[in-house]
């Protein structure tokens, strides 16, 4: 079916009144031509000067450079441009997400005189993904990131040859304390000893909790003493908390161990993994180096 310029235009003007989504007419510079009235729905108003808003105006400057890209490339092709996803903020000064196509207009001799470009709220999307992700990746009871994710970001660090260690804890006796005192009060102990490792471990530090009892720190570009030193002083500061049942009161303790971040994610676990072991052996409520690090030291 062909459409003549007054059908094209009527029904461009159709889409533009009754969809949610936001159709934007740019110049080559991408300034805006016109704008259909979702604009100002989804929280963003035209500037009220004579000279033309441009489509960069809409996006946050962190994401400027490429949403650029994307429409210099709807510029140079044939098709339509790839989708780009934008923060932007509104005029409820609220930062929320967006997604924008470009397609090029084109005269009879196939040069690009502008383009057209569909504008659409992710919001929602994003924040159903946020909340796909936290589920995936976060334990429920400590709010850590689960052992999945550790496992992802201990191999991101490996694939990219970044210096740093690995250390695990486990909390000495936890299954005679789940036995003694109940569940309710063994998940207490694992909040407990997870919000004492966000207090005294670097910003930049990566806790995760990986099993039952069991706790692993990524340390970026930590050296094997800076790692040991932080370690330890979690491993003394939890023997002296004492965590409350009822009217009494008992010790928590953990067991620690230290490892080079090498050159496989396996090995890296099993030299920390052992070394862990070695504590637990040696009577708990201490920290051990892997055996490599150890004969540095000597």
Known sequence: MNFTVQ????????????????????????????????????????????????????????????????YSDALAGTGPGHRVEFPAVTTDQRQRWFEIQTRALTNESGEPYGAL????????????????????????????????????????????????????????????????????????????????LREMLRAEDIISRIGSERFAVLLPRATPDQAEAICSRVIATLAELRQKVGESRFAITASASVARIGDSLDSTIERAEMALFVAKAKGRNRLELEKALQKVRH
């Open 7 to 70: 059908d094209s235009s009527a029904l461009y003007g159709l889409l533009a009144e009754s969809s949610s989504d936001v159709i934007l007419k740019t110049d080559l510079g991408g300034c805006i031509l016109h704008a259909s009235p979702a604009l100002d729905q989804v929280g963003f108003r035209m500037a009220g000067t004579q000279t033309p808003q441009s489509l960069l105006d809409l996006v946050a400057p962190e994401s400027r450079d490429e949403v650029r890209r994307a």
């Open 117 to 196: 470009s569909i504008l659409r709220n992710v919001d929602e999307r994003r924040r159903l993904e946020q909340q796909l992700f936290a589920a995936t990746y976060t334990d429920p009871l400590t709010k850590l990131t689960n052992r999945a994710a550790f496992v992802s970001m201990l191999e991101h660090m490996v694939d990219k040859g970044m210096d740093g260690c690995l250390a695990l804890f486990s909390i000495d006796f936890f299954r005679t304390i789940n036995m003694q005192y109940g569940q309710s009060t063994g998940d207490d102990v694992l909040v407990v000893f997870a919000n004492l």
